[in-house]
């Protein structure tokens, strides 16, 4: 699954254009795409040149229960991003215990330096599809840190009192 817009920086067109090799090592797999943006009608063409259609799903952008689902349902979140501040798709599925396979950019290298993600350096499919192996083979380990992290730096307790010591914190100076 791979949750963001749809644009050049993302890379979601790499997880398309990797797919048929994904596909020779793991016959089974499938790419869900959750988001919209100016490259949507772009990535359906490409899907249909490499005859995807029933391997690649493009979703659309999803709120609420519905992308809680997919993020439950998934396997992984896969990102190929060349650039990133946080990537909330990828603490939003550590939160839903699915483990994430990330581009080591950025912050999106914190993520696997946390252990709940795994990452890939090169822009080529025989890297990414190396990096799924070692999230499937890992992926009981990465779930359940992914999951603890989520809760010890992102429940919505703990965010709340960060904010309002913050708020404290401004209102004294």
């Known amino acids: 699954m791979y949750v963001g817009r749809l644009t050049k920086l993302k890379g979601v067109d790499k997880l398309i254009k990797f797919m048929p090799e994904v596909l020779r090592e793991y016959r089974d797999a499938e790419l869900h795409i959750i988001g919209s943006g100016p490259l949507q009608s772009y990535l359906t063409h490409q899907v249909r040149k490499l005859t995807l ?10 709120l609420g229960a519905e992308l809680l689902q997919h ?3 998934s396997t992984l979140l896969v990102t190929a991003s060349y650039r990133e501040s946080f990537c909330l798709p990828v603490a939003e599925a ?6 994430s396979v990330v581009r080591e950019v950025y912050a999106l290298k914190d993520h696997a330096m946390l252990r709940y ?3 890939f350096k090169r822009d080529n ?5 190396e990096a799924i192996g070692k999230a499937l083979n890992r992926y009981e380990k990465l779930a359940l840190r992914g999951f603890k992290i ?3 730096l992102f429940h919505p307790s703990i965010i709340a009192k960060k904010i ?3 708020l404290q914190s401004l209102k004294m100076s």
């Open 94 to 99: 550590a939160a839903a215990a699915t483990p």
């Open 53 to 62: 259609e029933d391997k690649v799903f493009i979703r659309g952008r999803l």
């Open 117 to 119: 993600a795994i990452d």
């Open 150 to 152: 989520a809760q010890q």
């Open 71 to 73: 993020y439950a349902d």
């Open 125 to 129: 499919p025989e890297n990414f599809i």
């Open 164 to 166: 309002l010591d913050l």
